[in-house]
Nanobody, 117 residues
């Protein structure tokens, strides 16, 4: 059973940057694709970035060119570098692990990102 602990969120000004981290345990990290999701108030949780087991990234159109996902297999950690933050990036951010096409049903507590004017 995977455990996921997100950190790095906070209050940031419009146009600023944050780096999120997600430490995992309970799985062989290198065997899993990893993703970052976010959920804004009143909205469904959405996938914003994914990195495959071989390090290939994929991004939602809304964050392409601004966010960068990376992974450190030695530390069982996935990162999300967020630059040029916009108000619509305000959300709780969660990471998750994917085996094949199946995402884990376990979620961490998430980390809040708030973009202010």
């Amino acid at each position: 059973q995977v455990q996921l602990v997100e950190s790095g969120g906070g209050l940031v000004q419009f146009g600023g940057s944050l780096r999120l981290s997600c430490v995992t345990s309970g799985i062989i990290f290198s065997h899993y694709s990893m993703g970052w999701y976010r959920q804004a108030p009143g909205k469904q949780r959405e996938l914003v970035a994914l990195i495959t087991t071989v390090g290939r990234p994929h991004y939602a159109d809304s964050v392409k060119g601004r966010f960068t996902i990376s992974r450190d297999n030695a530390k069982s950690t996935v990162y999300l570098q967020m630059n040029n933050l916009k108000h619509e990036d305000t959300a709780v951010y969660y990471c998750n692990a994917r085996w094949g096409s199946q995402w884990s049903d376990q979620w961490g507590q998430g980390t809040q990102v708030t973009v202010s004017s």
